[in-house]
């Protein structure tokens, strides 16, 4: 049994993750916090949370997140994560930041994607990139795990075992991506509002989005070779559920390889990850509301199309820190998620 | 030929009177203003208006409005509309106004739903509700017209001829309405979020809406006696449309009536209300971006129900105050105008 | 541990009931049986529940259905259900009925609304309807029990307190009801197509609903006398969720109470009634995937409205029958619940 | 004046070309075509008609077809357009197709993806596709015109310049599109249930759709060589709206060029296309209910990405038809479209 503590409540993955967190039998949340919130029953603030959970939300002072927690969740934006993360280390509390302030491991794609200044680069550098499928033995015993972003979940684990294996052309890497709302945040901007957004569909921050310098960065380092990606996110009018339709060449004179069977493999031991049958394409209503990544990848001729999904708020980001927890503790992995 | 500005033109009702009006044959749009996008292109606000009609957008000082105007649309929120109409009204022009500030002929109703003074009673005495099929003749006239609110546009045509003729329990009136989000505005406020909004259902304002005195000062003065309605709006997850379910007692001992027949001959020549057959009850898809209320009334033992639809950017506010302008300068009434 | 089987998987009650039972712990599914998927397995049929559940779907023969089951849900359409039913009560099996076919206890009345000839009264007569908060104690012991409709559900719990307390007009009640698509089922109607069933609104079936004898059975029965309803459901255009605003008259001369008092004695120990506070009221999104009914009373006047929430697939549907299941066998009622 | 018919009234596109030609000062509609409606007041189909257009809708009889009729509409399933249109040629009507029966000049690319013999390989020959940014010379002259299909209008559009103008290499076309609901028409398949396809989003018929060959066709044809894209639609939570992301690679050793500047000359006298500035790229809004193509192109190193949206039901099936009809006739060519 370990206590936690949520910075960050009142955003939808600090929400997520209560909804996730009481359904789980080894966590007693022990605080719930949030600026905005200072002293409110959490029930009042999310009727839905009444009956089945009792905490009253506190600003977050250091001092009032440090008592009786033994792991935090930093849900909070960028830039407050990196503000917060030094002194719950110092206090020998560990962290999972669901923010990007531990995600880069070279600060420069940070501050250029991010545009602020890091101010914590000695963490940085123990920070462990918490994709299970990948780093599960070094988030094992992380005091610090960087969650990491939704889109990059969903891309990196569609593109991870091409990129470890090869037989890709690496500079051909196009990664058509889509997102319900929720993945903005409740960010109050004429965009997200829903006379906005509904009946509407649009690309954004087209190949200039904070995320693919996180994707890159992973598939490079699997790699062992710089890669550039074409990154297109788009706006779902859903509220949950990442789709990213990815296209690549494969090699010149690269043979045809049955790659259902190279995905199945390489993610034989995986609780989340599902890989397809060829051209049984996954949609989002597979996976919304569970902890599941679904893949499909497809030979056509000279290409390969991939199509995957996740839910963005649960292994897109809060199923995924508690999957990491799990990790953590010794918990047996999937507890509390589906 | 005439010359019109249009005040507020980044709101919905703004933008739908923009989209009503490059479509009339008389009207010739001088003026477009609104303090958030002065010396910006209208094509740049929205780029669906790019080569449909050339303008720029200026800040509402009182001599850009006054300068080639004839008639003057103020698509603002309650308060800017009496700030700016007395000087307008006496620069000589006319005002169609789609704020509240001047429907009601009482001040200390308006005070006391809209929380502020009215600055304006001199003209509040002269301004004309505009729901033509009740004041057309007087609205031909008006120098300054008050657009009805989009609630009250449904609820008053669905039960102008029941209060007009009687044979109901006055008291007994229960109008459960519901509409989408944009009778909201463009508003910055976290319920109207797509994530929030989308997959939502709720009731707000419950028998507490600034619309309800509304209703009820029309229904009365009709009626010749003073009304009370019980009145609970909903926010619909749609971008467009109202549809009011209404609840009447007959009187007791009142026979059975022809009240389609009723309402039919009520609305004879009026070229936008529709009156359905008995138990052919109308869908928001039949009005939708149209400027029809279409209206349908059966008899249940003791009771009425009635239920009817508008358009609320249009019926309900744009498209109504075109209608009134087409009454003002005496086109046909439908110019512009399905 | 007990053995289930589920008739009907296919539809959306047969789908909920699946992802609230592999979550179950002592209920092992032994049985998934729908006409139309004849051994496929149950992870083709539903993708989502890949990895999760290992089931081969088999046509509902009734030896299939008896064969290592101890319970058996039926969700299936009306009229099937009687067909299913006496075999398997004559199997020794117990059996929760989420059809409307055991729900009335005059066959009279569902033979009026469902337009079919009751084939199966002397199981009717033993039939519990499976309103946990007002019959546990027959739940108990039940062999039958008819789960009771989705909008039944939320009407009843909104108007027991008074049914049973008195101090209204009875002839009064008005319930304006607005339900979720998924209500409807997976039917193949030009209603129920996207295009047609988003950005609308509608009522249907006004007054003429095959739930309000329904309601009025359990309410006249709580009462002691004969109660009537105005009941208009109306098609929203969300997924899942019911709300419903009910208006109804004081008795004359009834002095004003402390009704959230009232309706929270009267569901104290109830497990998912919650009672909000007078004007806080509950939405679609508070009980959205979860078996809770959150209601609200509020007094204007010389009326009382309620508003209330449920999911008509978890409470108003599979979720209520998990919960007499619980009650049947003695299991914590919250079992595999939120 | 021209008196027009149109087969197959209560199909979406159907219903579109009714709202678009009752605007329409120099069309008499005189017939109203489809099977399951025989004698039923179009008003009656479509309550939103009621009290703008007065027909009886007939079946689809040749004879009734032909008379009084000089143009004639079919929005019909394909084959069952090739089944009248030799009749009404015969009878010296001019048709605009809007199935896809006479897009293909190859009978055998036809045959291949909708998998039926072609009937009428004669009219076939003299079809011109109606695409009046491509051929609007022909179209003026034609007797059958193959109104182009909804995704191939986006592509071709899109795509043209570079196709006509070079610099591109052929064979890395990519499409990735996605598309409202309504461009499936009024079909009872269940994925397009609003509970399946709400909250939902997926790829289908992945590099395999019957719009491919028919962009592949166009383009070829331009570009004076053989093209083969990758096409993969998307179905998109939405009524309508069609937007298409689409990657190209750039020849090797091609040098930067003003794309925004060529696009912009290539389409100079279009009416109905709007070339973007670089970045601004086009959303859905845009260009729902309206007959606009908005398109915008970036460079990106070694790619172009271009982003480009039209309303599926109005660019790209009855507004076109319109345009088409406009064209024939030598009415202003924005004569009822927006």
Redesign the interface.
């Known amino acids: 049994m370990i206590n936690v503590g949520i910075v960050g409540i009142t955003g939808?993955t600090g929400e997520e993750l209560i909804a996730i967190l009481i359904?789980h039998p080894h966590v007693k949340i022990t605080g719930a916090f949030s600026r905005s919130v200072h002293l409110k029953p959490l029930s009042e603030v999310f009727?839905?949370f009444?009956?089945?959970v009792d905490l009253t939300c506190l600003k977050p002072d250091i001092k009032a997140i440090t008592k009786n927690t033994d792991l935090v969740f930093l849900a909070v934006p960028h830039t407050t994560a990196m503000d917060l993360a030094p002194q719950l280390l110092k206090a020998g509390k560990r962290v999972i930041d669901l923010s990007a302030d531990y995600r880069f491991k070279d600060a420069g794609s940070y501050e250029k994607f991010y545009k602020v200044k890091h101010k914590d680069k000695k963490n940085l550098a123990n920070a462990v990139y918490g994709l299970p499928e990948l780093y599960r033995n070094k988030i094992k015993d992380a005091f610090i795990v960087a969650n990491p972003g939704c889109y990059p979940t969903c891309a990196i684990l569609s593109l991870a075992p091409l990129a470890a294996i090869g037989g890709i052309d690496f500079d051909s890497i196009?990664i058509?991506a889509?997102s319900?709302?929720?993945g903005a945040g409740?960010k109050?901007?004429?965009g997200?509002?829903?006379?906005?957004?509904?009946?509407?569909?649009?690309?954004?921050k087209?190949?200039n989005h904070q995320h693919m310098p996180e994707i890159e960065q992973v598939l490079s380092k699997l790699a062992g070779k710089k890669i550039k990606v074409?990154f297109?996110p788009?706006l779902?009018?859903?509220?949950?559920?990442i789709?990213e339709?990815i296209?690549v060449k494969k090699s010149p004179g690269q043979k045809s390889q049955d790659l259902v069977k190279l995905y199945k493999k390489f993610y034989k031991n995986e609780?989340f990850v599902?890989i397809?049958e060829e051209?049984?394409?996954?949609?989002?209503?597979?996976?919304?509301?569970?902890n599941?990544c679904?893949i499909c990848v497809?030979e056509?001729k000279d290409?390969l199309?991939i199509?995957s999904v996740i839910d963005n708020l649960v292994k897109g980001a809060s199923g995924q820190a508690v999957q990491n927890m799990n990790i953590m503790y010794g918990f047996p992995e999937k507890t509390a998620l589906?």
Chains 1, 2, 3, 4 share one sequence.
Do not use: M, W
């Open positions: 939808y359904k009727p839905k009444d009956g089945r196009i058509d889509k319900g709302v929720s409740r109050l901007e004429e997200f509002l829903f006379s906005e957004a509904n009946g509407n569909f649009k690309a954004y087209v190949n074409t297109v788009h779902l009018p859903v509220n949950r559920g789709l339709t296209y609780p599902r397809r051209g049984d394409f996954p949609q989002l209503k597979d996976v919304v509301n569970t599941f679904d497809k056509e290409k199309i199509v589906v």
